[in-house]
């Protein structure tokens, strides 16, 4: 399931591509020569000091257009931010780069369909192959308009995928919300035709759905496992393991990003912004919202 994630990493970082480099380039501005018969007068300083003042006033509109650098920012999202890196590196459990969770990786590297470890840190495990392509989906219609500080939201959509909330956080907080999109114009060729498609939203959504199974705890149910042992044992594997806490809570502050997507995304297509009660299933509910969800306008 890591696979899908890289995989989709690609086609995020070349649908960024598009969407960002081909409009600067349309962009630029064209010189015309000056007629020969223009004549120029010779500067004074009553002329310089005009020129420098309505220049210095052109570049502080420009770059301070719609408000600045901290009305640009949302400023919750940093402090959330800087709260979960330092909770990521000085105060989760266990050590960085520890013996044990670097033969933890190693098994699940080494064995990624069944490794020895907790079905249920397994499962939570495997969700990093769902989460952040429900992400694209949710951040990507209209993300050339989203970002305030005009940075290209692909890379760090891609890179949510290995480095979860590390790499999506400065994205966030930069973002703002969209809710005017208009499919053929606002959406580059992989949105278009991959996130926004049917197919993409069903495999999604059996994904989301099979990865229980797919990780042994549905078949810890049926066996008849106590639940409990299952809780007792990621809590211990937890307790110990730095690893293993810092990325289930990246899982969850990212399933809970997905769940805030939804209303926005809602409105964006006419539909009606009210959360759905579906949409707070960790992992799963904003897939389904993704199945069901209607069409962008054209």
Request: glycine share 6%; charged share 15%.
């Amino acid at each position: 399931m890591r696979f899908l994630t890289f995989t989709a990493a690609a086609i995020l970082t070349w649908n960024g591509a598009q969407s960002f480099v081909a409009p600067s380039i349309q962009s630029r501005p064209t010189f015309t020569s000056i007629p020969h018969s223009t004549q120029l007068s010779p500067a004074t300083p009553s002329t310089l000091s005009s020129f420098t003042s309505s220049s210095l006033k052109s570049i502080q509109s420009d770059e301070f257009e719609g408000g600045g650098f901290l009305e640009k920012i949302n400023v919750p999202y940093l402090a959330f931010y800087a709260a979960f890196l330092t909770f990521a590196f000085t105060l989760a459990p266990g050590e960085v780069n520890s013996a044990s969770d670097t033969a933890l990786i190693n098994e699940l590297l080494s064995n990624p369909l069944h490794p020895d470890t907790n079905h249920l840190w397994f499962t939570i495990w495997n969700y990093f192959a769902v989460v952040p392509l429900s992400l694209a989906a949710l951040l990507l219609p209209g993300a050339k308009k989203s970002s305030a500080l005009g940075l290209p939201p692909s890379p760090f959509i891609a890179g949510a995928g290995a480095l979860g909330f590390f790499s999506l956080g400065p994205l966030m907080i930069t973002r703002k919300a969209v809710t005017d999109v208009s499919k053929s114009e606002d959406c580059g060729f992989f949105t278009r035709n991959v996130f926004e498609s049917k197919p993409f939203a069903v495999i999604l959504t059996l994904l989301a759905f099979s990865v229980p199974f797919t990780s042994g705890l549905a078949s810890d149910f049926i066996a008849g496992e106590d639940f409990s042992c299952l809780v007792n044992g990621f809590v211990d594997l937890a307790s110990s393991s730095r690893f293993v806490t810092v990325a289930t809570s990246d899982l969850i502050v990212m399933s809970a990003i997905s769940a805030s997507l939804i209303p926005e995304d809602r409105e964006r297509r006419g539909m009606d912004p009210t959360l759905p009660i579906y949409a707070l299933l960790p992992g799963i509910g904003p897939c389904i919202h993704i199945f069901l969800r209607d069409e962008l306008p054209e």
